[in-house]
């Protein structure tokens, strides 16, 4: 792992760290770039897992890799958290590890290997419920990347009727002119003003750092998605990445794709807080019983098992 300081999603990693107590085997965690120092003082593990992003690392990592190998003679894993979007960093690890999990499903295409397998982000258990009377009708938290600032224009005129919420930096002018806006909040914050909120809008990200190799198109659906929906907390997804349906049900997750149905769903669930509420559980229910990280590692440890 990153050192929490360069960390950018340590809500992520504190989640998983939560999680794995709940596991029925051992983990322990290190940032990489103590990991060999702590690891001579440890018994030695049956399998290493480097899990973040590979871009431009404060650490060697494929030294650490290489040394992790020869010293400890232990199998090493790379659960990749950033792919497709940093992929052009990460295409060689399949020739550096023992096994590959992607993040993203169309990615694992395009490694060209029998040690990659798809692995998705998820979520921690959660208890938190939404506010009886939230303050906001809708709230989306996100980056301005071009595809969303398409989106929240073209639904501008639906949303301006509506008390709507953007935080994020680079927005456009129209719309940090039109509604109210937050450049920043942490992830306790965020969660508070979740909860404070009748819709959470979710907008996939299409913005690459290093995806120039194949300019792969990403598959699966953002943790983001988990994450909301294991508190409960009603969503209205873009429907762009078909593979949601592989996780939730239309009964669980509700999709728009125009601005059309985007209205038509917005008068329909905003003032109807049951019918909200009982879709939310639905997929709050689903995420506990399948998409927490307790699952995600249960399976990377039985693939690991199956392939050795």
């Not at 404060?58 to 992790?68: E, M, P």
């Not at 419920?129 to 989106?151: K, Q, S, T, Y």
């Not at 509604?179 to 690459?208: G, M, W």
């Not at 049900?249 to 149905?261: A, L, M, N, P, V």
């Amino acid at each position: 792992m990153l050192p929490e300081h360069l960390d950018s999603n340590q809500h992520i990693r504190k989640m998983l760290m939560s999680e794995a107590t709940q596991c029925d085997f051992t983990i322990q965690f290190y940032q990489s770039e103590t990991y060999l120092h702590e690891a001579y003082k440890t018994k030695q593990p049956d399998l290493i897992v480097l899990f973040g992003s590979f871009y431009k690392p404060n650490t060697d990592i494929y030294n650490l890799i290489t040394q992790t190998s020869r010293y400890l003679g232990t199998r090493v894993a790379a659960w990749i958290t950033e792919d497709p979007y940093e992929f052009d960093c990460n295409y060689l690890l399949p020739k550096l590890v023992d096994f590959v999990f992607s993040n993203d499903k169309n990615s694992c295409n395009y490694y060209h290997s029998q040690n990659v397998y798809h692995l998705p982000l998820a979520t921690a258990f959660n208890t938190l419920e939404p506010l009886a009377e939230p303050e906001w009708d809708f709230v989306f938290c996100g980056v301005g990347f071009a595809n969303r600032i398409d989106i929240i224009e073209g639904l501008q005129d639906i949303l301006k009727n509506y008390s709507t919420l953007i935080i994020g930096s680079n927005w456009s002018k129209q719309i940090t002119e039109n509604f109210f806006t937050r450049t920043q909040v942490d992830y306790d914050e965020l969660i508070s003003i979740y909860r404070n909120s009748k819709i959470v809008l979710n907008l996939s990200r299409y913005h690459n750092i290093a995806n120039q190799i194949y300019e792969i198109v990403p598959s699966t659906v953002a943790p983001r998605t988990f994450e909301v929906a294991a508190m409960g907390i009603f969503q209205l997804v873009f429907f762009d990445r078909p593979e949601i349906h592989e996780y939730f049900t239309q009964e669980e997750i509700i999709t728009f794709s125009s601005k059309q149905e985007f209205a038509y769903l917005a008068d329909k669930y905003i003032n109807n807080p049951q019918l909200r509420h009982s879709i939310a559980n639905e997929a709050k229910q689903k995420v506990h019983k399948e998409h927490l990280y307790r699952h995600r590692l249960q399976t990377l440890l039985q693939q690991v098992l199956n392939n050795l």
